[in-house]
């Protein structure tokens, strides 16, 4: 029964001592970030969870730690790796048709540009009760990053607001029918 609670008082120093204890601040904070509009409860309560948990296997992670000596990683949210694999393969394919988006672009920029592409063309389609397929999208899109670059974001702007009437009074342009797939 002693070695179990000077185990248990080892663990919960740990959480507040070391290695462990700077892991489990970044994540509590990343936890904080992500569920800052949620209630206190459900914020608070995977970070008491996971502290309680590390106090139990706090072994396991310091033999992570210094056997194997692997350390733990930035928290990151699904999106963010979603978006830096987005504007990879976007890159990569204007890369490979020679067209645009090229490192002029910044990354938000292309992360804003094709959101705001996409969700624009969907809306159209919604009110014309179509469906613009997601290849067609992506194509419109690359359309969209080669007009910004070489007319700058206010053209696009004004481009985009006459493509989106023209889609409504005539539908989707020949040349967007066609698809690139971003897989």
């Known amino acids: 029964m002693t070695i179990f609670l000077i185990y248990l008082v080892v663990g919960i120093i740990s959480n507040f001592i070391g290695p462990l204890a700077k892991h489990l601040s970044i994540e509590d904070k990343y936890s904080l970030k992500e569920n800052k509009n949620k209630s206190w409860f459900y914020s608070y309560s995977f970070i008491i969870l996971m502290r309680c948990f590390m106090t139990i296997f706090y072994p396991v992670f310091y033999f992570s730690y210094y056997i194997l000596k692997r350390k733990p990683q930035e928290p990151g949210s699904f999106e963010d790796k979603l978006n830096t694999s987005l504007v ?14 090229t490192e002029k672009t910044s ?18 389609s919604g009110e014309r009760n179509e469906h613009i397929p997601p290849d067609n999208l992506n194509t419109i899109a690359m359309k969209f990053f080669k007009v910004y670059e070489e007319f700058g974001e206010d053209f696009m702007q004004e481009h985009l607001e006459y493509e989106l009437k023209k889609y409504a009074t005539e539908g989707l342009r020949p040349e967007y029918k066609k698809g690139i797939s971003l897989f």
Do not use: H, W
Request: hydrophobic share 30%; charged share 30%; glycine share 4%.
């Open 107 to 124: 990354d938000d920029q292309v992360i804003e540009i094709y959101e705001l592409v996409c969700s624009s063309f969907r809306k159209a």
């Open 88 to 101: 990879k393969r976007l890159r990569n394919i204007g890369e490979y048709n020679n067209t645009a988006p």
